[in-house]
């Protein structure tokens, strides 16, 4: 039985396992004079005896998933022939690795020979077999926990408490996840930006104003040990996020507050929508309307005024990104807006403020914390986008202020660090981890100073 069928099938026994429970329960209750002779509504005996049937053969389908392979292949070794297994380590990996492909149909790396054929057939043999297992393991935990709860589902029974426990138990177990893998992904990229500091010095990497990773073939090729001066990098990331944000943020604080304040309902049920329209579009779509459409503009526009203009320039990406994070700062700026208390609205206009007043020297000083902070993620997010800057901007890491010419950003040369079969052992790999690295304490650093401005300047109403 394949996974997906047999995940499908412990679903349907779990959805069971929730009726049995929840009609023993209410059969209970009629024979003991209603659902108040209960200690737990039926829903929860349903819930726990569903609990109990899923949980349990779900851990364990898991856990059997995690070492399938290894064991399999542990197996399958033991089986080959004494001079197979005889081979040096990296040959016999070779091996291994030709067999399971050939399993899975990929491309092998050298002649299908009849030991790998057999390898195969015997591999898929135990595969089935272990799937096989799997299901009748699975499917009897499942149905004995089912039937165990049955049984026990009493009046007395504390369905409601243990259902809160298991409940309780599996956001903490989905928190401890989560915190694990940002702890991962944190020390990965520390790691490999540590090896990379230990081959080029931190102050040439900061603070260098020339960025050229590529290694040189020979020792005697000019700039052989490559240029890792990344302020070019930066410079470029924060001349596209400044003109993102310069067009993002008026923008959409205006239509934030048009939507709160002067739209009636009927108008704003239509708008609002449209508006967060343009957050669901892929920003491949806004890469490839920046390529093909603003930048041509804005190259034409230049040369009308002997203006030189480069075919990808900075000012094209940031525009483009710019409207993309407008429904971002629209959307928050929105809700904290509406935020307000109605009475703040009402006090101003008892003392004869007019609606543009209100607006000015009330709701946005009362909002202003949230706003910014707002912004300052919305900052992040354009610091964060990829796709654009490449399709828009450039790969050319120049150190201009100009946002006619091309440029590019960090998140750019991640990409382009690690496109290809590349080696962890070379700096020009390891800088994309440099990169990310000052890339993610920056937008961490961002997120800090907006929670911190919200938390200090918020201001609290009854």
Partial sequence: MSPLLLFLLLLLLSVTGFFIGRRKAVSLAKKAGGTSRLHSLPVYYGTLTAFWCCLPAFFMFLIWLSFEQSIITWLMVADLPEQARALPPARLNVLISDIQGLVNGNIVSGEVTPLMRSAAEHYISLKGISQMITSVMVLVVAIAGMLMVHRQIKPELRARNQVEKVV?????????????????????????????????????????LEWSPQMAIREDQVGSSGAFGAVPVFAGTILISAIAMFIAAPIGLMSAIFLSEYADRRLRSVVKPLLEILAGVPTVVYGFFAALVVAPLIRNSGAQFGIDVSSESALAAGLVMGVMIIPFVSSLSDDVINAVPQSLRDGAYSVGATRSETIKDVLVPAALPGIVGGLLLAVSRAIGETMIVVMAAGLSANLTANPLQAVTTVTVQIVTLLVGDQEFDSPKTLAAFALGLVLFIGTLLLNIIALTFVRKYRERYD
């Fill in 168 to 208: 309780m138990g599996l956001l903490v177990v989905c928190s401890t996840i989560a915190i694990f893998t940002t702890v991962g992904i944190v020390l990965s990229i520390l790691y490999e930006a540590v090896r990379f500091f230990q081959q080029i010095p931190v102050t040439d990497f900061l603070f260098g």
